[in-house]
């Protein structure tokens, strides 16, 4: 029987994100009650944060997969687009809505227009969004595949500027809780659960692009037959 | 020998997923009418969009007058000369009068002219005055007609004229006068480029294109034509055609100014300004909100272009299209002022000047954006605004700097 290595990884992402969400409300320690305006819900994080990781992994494949079909022409490229911005749209909206409801109880406001980081990262979620719905709304074809992955290739100016966004202009949103000095400091239980999480997400999202790339695969393959049958091949 | 007038080197160019031309290469010199003929879907439309600037070629290289104006490195140089252009979607403005239009495209080869004679040939001279969304499709076809040839009409030096289905929709009259007109100005030394079905209008040809090969014709002999245009110049015509075609339809009031009087409006229901007034970044933010509505609605004349593709006529014309910016930097000063004299009852030039320009900037980026996927089959079913949020933090910022002053 062949094996199905995208439905393999997508199950087992979804299996580890399971076993991080239960841990992260089982098992995971509280944080201190001074420290968070509402500690209950900092468990949060454990789904915000590595979805967030995983956005970002999505973000540079739209990235990569738009720099093959602008440079090079490659339908590998436009298949690794397509797979990209699918993923950077569920990855990117599971990272804003859970950051939305973080927010609402943590700072009494689901969200700040004035804050960098939240503000680029939105932007990056949007772009995710305007290529997905775009190029639905578009026939397949060198114009299409021109713009949407342009789009694709400036948008990734946004994701330095969305990571560096919380050294420089720290306004509401908190600081990286990895690589971001002593202040950044977890405890090994919580880092752990952590890192079950952005392992987890990485594997789903791995699954869902291998999927996803197949499936574009097989509707280039149907229009080539299908323009094949209208005699313009 | 006569001048060339057009060239297309080894260009290759892909539609939707096909390669539609491939190597091609074309020659036309004064004195030549080429016509393209085939099936549909050949790529007939294709070598005229070419020849025009309008498409991206996967290689090879446009030349008018023997200077690059296109090639497949995505460089785009204005052509020395003005040439004719009539596209197979008329690229007309419904809002302007016939006579509006015309005295445009003479306007852009630098010329004015009495059109009373041209006007008359076509029977439209009863009608210049006429909008052309109140005209029949055959007479707008005739005015779109027109258009491609005024630039030769005028001219004494050889032209280009570029014709994509000029035919079609046109009666039998027209079509004559047609022929005749393509044969004088075919005589007078201009080269004419014409892509069509109508075996009506191969008598033109000095040689006919099936896109693989290139058949030598015989035209009849015709009297020139006699250049009919003179000299005037026309400068800075792209911000001036911005600000007539938002004279005629008022279309910047319509959209933009409706929409920033509506945010005004509903601001004004939900808070009493007197009772806000120790809230200063809310106040400023309630003074600046008109001014950048007003670019979220985006370029009002970048939207009425788009109709009849006039916006790839513009195009192909000329490097810089028709657009908003004067009015939407005065509309951004007035709206501010209004505002400013609604929610805080003071007037300071610096907030104003802030508000035409935070109108200005919006608005140009909004064309950014609607121009940028001008490529598409379907510029209006792509969900080009979801980017807009990015203008949100800048204009919040610029909001918090005027509670300063």
Redesign the interface.
Same mark, same amino acid.
């Given at each position: 029987m062949r094996v199905r290595h995208g439905e393999v990884l997508l199950a087992s992402g979804f299996i580890g994100i399971m076993a991080t969400l239960f841990l992260a409300l089982k098992w995971a320690p509280s944080v201190s009650i001074d420290a968070f305006a509402s500690p209950a819900a900092q468990r949060i994080f454990y789904w915000h944060v590595p979805s967030a990781w995983a956005a970002f992994i999505a973000f540079s494949v739209l990235f990569a997969g738009s720099a093959l079909w602008v440079f090079k022409r490659s339908p590998f490229g436009w298949r690794l687009h397509v797979a990209g911005s699918e993923a950077s749209l569920a990855c990117g909206l599971m990272a804003v809505w859970s950051g939305c409801v973080w927010g609402a109880a943590e700072w009494g406001t689901p969200w700040d227009w004035t804050d960098v980081r939240l503000n680029t990262f939105g932007l990056l979620t949007l772009l995710a969004l305007f290529l997905v719905l775009g190029r639905q709304s578009q026939p397949d074809g060198i114009e299409s595949r021109d713009t949407f992955s342009t789009f694709g290739l400036y948008g990734f100016v946004l994701v330095p500027i969305t990571y560096i966004a919380t050294r420089f202009w720290q306004i509401r949103h908190p600081g990286p809780v990895i690589g971001g000095g002593e202040d950044s400091s977890l405890s090994s239980e919580m880092g752990l659960v952590l890192l079950l999480g952005a392992i987890s997400f990485t594997i789903l999202i791995a699954g869902h692009m291998i999927m996803s790339a197949r499936i574009t695969e097989y509707e280039q393959r149907l229009e080539r037959l299908q323009n094949k049958m209208d005699g313009r091949i | 020998m006569a001048d060339t007038l057009l060239e297309l080197k080894g260009v290759s160019i892909?539609? +939707?997923?096909?390669i539609v031309l491939s190597d091609f290469n074309l020659s036309l010199a004064g004195g030549q009418c080429i016509i393209l003929h085939g099936e549909n +879907?050949s790529g007939k439309s294709t070598v005229i969009e070419a020849a025009a600037r309008l498409l991206?070629m996967e290689k090879g290289e446009v030349r008018h007058h023997l200077n690059m104006v296109h090639d497949s490195e995505g460089r785009r140089k204005n052509p020395k000369f003005p040439f004719g252009l009539t596209l197979q979607s008329n690229g007309l403005v419904p809002s302007q009068t016939i006579q509006q239009h015309l005295e445009t495209v003479c306007a852009l080869s630098q010329f004015e002219c009495d059109l009373t004679p041209i006007l008359e040939s076509y029977g439209l001279s009863h009608r210049r005055h006429d909008k052309i969304a109140h005209l029949s499709g055959g007479q707008q076809r005739k005015v779109s007609v027109i258009s491609g040839l005024i630039p030769a009409m005028l001219s004494e030096q050889p032209r280009l004229i570029l014709l994509d289905e000029p035919d079609s929709g046109l009666d039998d009259y027209s079509i004559e006068i047609l022929k005749t007109h393509i044969n004088q100005l075919r005589s007078s030394g201009h080269g004419i480029l014409i892509a069509t079905h109508d075996e009506r209008l191969f008598e033109c040809a000095t040689s006919l294109h099936d896109l693989n090969e290139e058949t030598k014709h015989e035209p009849k002999a015709c009297e020139p034509w006699k250049p009919i245009g003179k000299q005037a110049n026309n400068s800075f015509l792209a911000t001036k055609m911005g600000w007539k075609y938002n004279a005629s339809t008022l279309i910047s009031i319509q959209r933009n100014w409706l929409a920033s009087l509506l945010v005004i409006g509903t601001l004004l229901a939900l808070v009493e300004p007197l009772s806000i007034k120790d809230h200063d970044v809310l106040v400023m933010g309630f003074v600046l909100a008109p001014a950048f509505t007003i670019g979220l609605v985006g370029d009002s004349v970048t939207s009425i272009l788009q109709e009849q593709r006039a916006i790839d006529w513009w195009r192909a014309q000329v490097q810089s299209i028709p657009n908003s910016n004067i009015e939407s930097f005065l509309s951004g000063c007035i709206l501010t002022i209004f505002s400013m004299q609604v929610f805080l009852q003071i007037f300071d030039w610096r907030i104003v000047l802030i508000g035409g320009i935070i109108g200005f900037v919006t608005t140009f980026s909004l064309r950014f954006l609607q121009l940028?996927?001008l490529? &598409?089959?379907?510029t209006n /079913?792509?969900?080009?605004r &979801? &980017?807009t949020?990015?203008l949100?933090?800048p204009w /919040?910022?610029v909001v918090?700097y005027c509670v300063s002053f």
């Open positions: - | 892909r539609r +939707g997923i096909d +879907g991206p940028s996927t490529r &598409l089959a379907r /079913a792509v969900f080009i &979801l &980017l949020p990015i949100i933090l /919040a910022m918090e």
